[in-house]
């Protein structure tokens, strides 16, 4: 997309005031002396470089070159302005053949402004207070421009500060985090140091398949009692037959029939079962279902299906 000369403009102002740094900038004598060219050659060559990065002393410096040359005329209109005459003076100097005459004085527009605080005539008064009245005014719009620059620093600032609160919030966030992955480790770390003891009175529990359910049931489903102490429960898998697969796995589904874990590498004991434990936070009160799949020539099978319910708490 091109720009036009005045788009380039804006873009030039907005980025020249947003780089502006506070104190970096000369004060209004400064600019006054470069409006009416009293620099020397290294003042020049500061002044150039810094208004090519601010936008703001750029404007300044333009409103002060263009009335220059109004404050210059007012200067000359009251140099070239009569002095009102001493009547004793006038009278002595027309008695003694001489003519009153008045030297020239340098009333450029800033002496003008110097020489206002003293007594003079009604002209020089007036170009004073002129001129006087220009100051105020640039005096006027350099303090709305530095009002400006400090609303753009003001904004710039409560950018920080939001995004420091976000960060700090982010860090809130990870630091809370952090603590509750700490609080698992702790936990899996005392349930692994507990099973790497010795167990005492861990349930042994017999399953038949299903269908050949022993002892208390409801409806085919054998109802188990687990004491909430107990850290882990063995299962006894007996099995209908003698399956003859070579590899079998074993499969644990919830009560939503969803599968939970899947193993392979099960292995048949010479009593013609399987034995599996199971930690007791995998087994809470409900509908729990076991399932022995073998395994051969790349076909699975199901062989046997377990189903139990757990009651005495978590």
Same mark, same amino acid.
């Given at each position: 997309?091109?720009?036009?000369?005045?788009?380039?403009?804006?873009?030039?102002?907005?980025?020249?005031?947003?780089?502006?740094?506070?104190?970096?900038?000369?004060?209004?004598?400064?600019?006054?002396?470069?409006?009416?060219?009293?620099?020397?050659?290294?003042?020049?060559?500061?002044?150039?470089?810094?208004?090519?990065?601010?936008?703001?002393?750029?404007?300044?410096?333009?409103?002060?070159?263009?009335?220059?040359?109004?404050?210059?005329?007012?200067?000359?209109?009251?140099?070239?302005?009569?002095?009102? =005459?001493?009547?004793?003076?006038?009278?002595?100097?027309?008695?003694?053949?001489?003519?009153?005459?008045?030297?020239?004085?340098?009333?450029?527009?800033?002496?003008?402004?110097?020489? #206002?605080?003293?007594?003079?005539?009604?002209?020089?008064?007036?170009?004073?207070?002129?001129?006087?009245?220009?100051?105020?005014?640039?005096?006027?719009?350099?303090?709305?421009?530095?009002?400006?620059?400090?609303?753009?620093?003001?904004?710039?600032?409560?950018?920080?500060?939001?995004?420091?609160?976000?960060?700090?919030?982010?860090?809130?966030?990870?630091?809370?985090?952090?603590?509750?992955?700490?609080?698992?480790?702790?936990?899996?770390?005392?349930?692994?140091? #507990?099973?790497?003891?010795?167990?005492?009175?861990?349930?042994?529990?017999?399953?038949?398949?299903?269908?050949?359910?022993?002892?208390? #049931?409801?409806?085919?489903?054998?109802?188990?009692?687990?004491?909430?102490?107990?850290? #882990?429960?063995?299962?006894?898998?007996?099995?209908?037959?003698?399956?003859?697969?070579?590899?079998?796995?074993?499969?644990?589904?919830?009560?939503?029939?969803?599968?939970?874990?899947?193993?392979?590498?099960?292995?048949?004991?010479?009593?013609?079962?399987?034995?599996?434990?199971?930690?007791?936070?995998?087994?809470?009160?409900?509908?729990?279902?076991?399932?022995?799949?073998?395994?051969?020539?790349?076909? =699975?099978?199901?062989?046997?299906?377990?189903?139990?319910?757990?009651?005495?708490?978590?």
């Amino acid at each position: 997309m091109k720009l036009s000369t005045d788009q380039l403009k804006n873009i030039w102002r907005e980025e020249t005031r947003r780089k502006k740094q506070l104190g970096s900038c000369p004060d209004g004598a400064f600019l006054a002396r470069a409006a009416i060219e009293d620099l020397v050659e290294q003042e020049r060559e500061r002044l150039i470089n810094h208004l090519a990065i601010c936008a703001d002393c750029a404007d300044e410096y333009r409103l002060l070159r263009s009335l220059h040359p109004w404050a210059e005329q007012m200067a000359a209109q009251t140099e070239a302005a009569p002095l009102p =005459k001493n009547p004793e003076t006038a009278a002595s100097a027309s008695l003694s053949g001489y003519t009153l005459r008045q030297p020239a004085r340098d009333f450029s527009w800033w002496r003008v402004l110097a020489n #206002s605080f003293t007594p003079l005539p009604a002209p020089y008064v007036a170009a004073a207070m002129t001129v006087a009245c220009l100051i105020v005014g640039f005096w006027a719009i350099s303090l709305r421009l530095e009002n400006r620059r400090l609303q753009g620093l003001e904004g710039t600032l409560d950018q920080q500060v939001q995004l420091v609160n976000e960060a700090r919030q982010q860090a809130l966030g990870v630091s809370r985090r952090a603590g509750e992955q700490e609080t698992r480790i702790a936990a899996m770390n005392k349930a692994i140091d #507990s099973l790497t003891e010795p167990q005492l009175n861990v349930p042994i529990i017999d399953l038949a398949p299903r269908g050949l359910v022993r002892g208390s #049931s409801q409806s085919g489903v054998k109802i188990l009692n687990v004491a909430p102490a107990a850290q #882990s429960v063995t299962f006894v898998l007996n099995v209908e037959g003698e399956p003859g697969f070579p590899e079998y796995s074993l499969e644990i589904i919830d009560s939503q029939q969803r599968p939970l874990w899947h193993g392979e590498g099960l292995k048949k004991s010479e009593y013609n079962n399987f034995t599996v434990m199971l930690p007791r936070h995998w087994l809470p009160d409900g509908l729990h279902r076991l399932r022995i799949y073998g395994h051969a020539n790349g076909h =699975k099978q199901l062989v046997e299906d377990y189903i139990f319910r757990v009651v005495g708490g978590k």
